[in-house]
């Protein structure tokens, strides 16, 4: 399995419960993925205390424990100079009323975060290929850290194809190459006789297209947990039988092993680095942050417009992340139990700092909602995706931190 390096490891560190139990579950069996997986469900600790460590300057930062802080000299971007952004995204154009939410960087609790400079990153990764592989919100992420170096360089000429899976912003000066591969399971779907086919245990499909990279950074979580029309797919494969549904839980815990193996196989350690991005949470339950709120005018993120207060989040924590905790961790203990050398993967830990962030989302200020559909934010507010400007803009600083730095 692929090695998280020690330095780096964002799952668990202050997280004492949760990590003896993976531990002692990771040296009993590599079989009991059922039990493991309601165990985690069943558990209750508390992962705000969690604290990612960062080296940098014989210093150590812990840059996913912090809080929001005000900055007018925030966007980094404005709207209007990033053409690139998905209707869906662009909350400004479609008549967010509301900026403050632009105005806020992360502040980890024990350092500062250099400043983005889209220069910098253009110089640094001069004829590399960087590619974000996931779902929509992998898009999201891509698209703001295209228009965070178009920023910087707006004369530099560019070129971009868009596809399905694959699309491809390119600056020509610089030979740097920014895609995104839509994979929301990341292991592979196959059409037969017209059912699509969710095959846990293959990922080669995929996986071919993302040899190229220099960079990767992958997530998933989303899609596990859709249902009726919005399941993307007809049966699972797993073990050689087709199932009609399964614990969505285990399905994700195979399907991530499933990229774990391919990653340590398949990728060279000394020319791609990889990431792995935590879950993002969506807010659709107005009682997880506002209990004992005497006015509620909605279910959901529609009308907030300010992050939470503090370092926590009172609400949920996402059970998929509970999964993606598990196996990282595995990929990083079964490394020094058997002492070789895989490929090292960096947990981008992004879940707190963004469910602090209730007031990110397009709502109902999305170029993919008609009016009738606008005038109904109980049923129709996008509290998933994120707008740009915004959040994606602050997982991108981070990605250009733990890259440079």
């Not at 995104?180 to 037969?192: E, N």
Request: some cysteine.
């Amino acid at each position: 399995m692929a090695l998280l390096s020690s330095y780096q490891s964002p799952s668990c560190l202050l997280f004492k419960p949760c990590l003896t139990f993976l531990f002692l579950a990771l040296f009993q069996s590599h079989t009991a993925s059922s039990a493991l997986i309601m165990s985690l469900r069943n558990h209750h600790s508390h992962p705000q205390h969690r604290r990612p460590m960062f080296q940098t300057n014989q210093s150590t930062c812990a840059l996913f424990a912090g809080t929001w802080v005000r900055d007018d000299s925030y966007p980094l971007y404005q709207y209007s100079n990033c053409p690139i952004i998905d209707a869906e995204f662009n909350c400004q154009m479609y008549g967010r009323p509301d900026s403050d939410y632009l105005k806020y960087r992360w502040q980890p609790l024990n350092c500062q975060l250099p400043r983005f400079d889209g220069l910098v990153f253009l110089s640094k990764m001069r004829g590399k290929n960087v590619m974000f592989v996931g779902d929509s919100l992998g898009r999201n992420q891509w698209e703001s850290l295209i228009c965070m170096i178009s920023a910087a360089a707006p004369q530099t000429q560019t070129q971009i194809s868009r596809g399905n899976p694959l699309s491809t912003f390119k600056f020509l000066e610089y030979g740097l190459s920014i895609s995104f591969y839509q994979a929301p399971y990341l292991v592979d779907i196959d059409v037969v006789l017209g059912k699509r086919i969710l095959k846990l245990e293959d990922i080669a499909g995929n996986g071919n297209a993302w040899r190229i990279a220099d960079v990767l950074l992958f997530n998933t979580g989303h899609w596990w947990s859709h249902k009726g029309s919005l399941q993307g797919w007809d049966l699972i494969e797993s073990g050689g039988t087709h199932y009609q549904d399964m614990d969505r839980l285990v399905a994700l815990e195979k399907g991530l092993r499933t990229w774990a193996d391919w990653i340590d196989t398949n990728i060279d350690r000394t020319r791609t680095r990889v990431f792995f991005q935590s879950i993002s949470p969506t807010h659709y339950d107005l009682s997880e942050w506002s209990a004992g709120a005497t006015v509620k005018t909605t279910k959901n993120c529609y009308g907030e417009t300010a992050p939470m207060a503090g370092t926590t989040y009172p609400g949920t924590y996402p059970d998929q992340m509970r999964v993606v905790d598990e196996v990282i961790q595995e990929m990083r203990v079964v490394d020094e139990v058997i002492q070789e050398m895989h490929v090292p993967t960096y947990l981008l830990d992004i879940t707190m700092l963004s469910e602090l962030r209730k007031d990110g989302h397009p709502s109902i200020y999305s170029g993919d909602l008609n009016p009738a559909q606008r005038a109904n934010p109980d049923q129709s507010a996008d509290c998933s995706h994120w707008c740009l400007p915004g959040l994606p803009d602050s997982w991108n600083e981070l990605f250009y931190t733990v890259l440079f730095y």
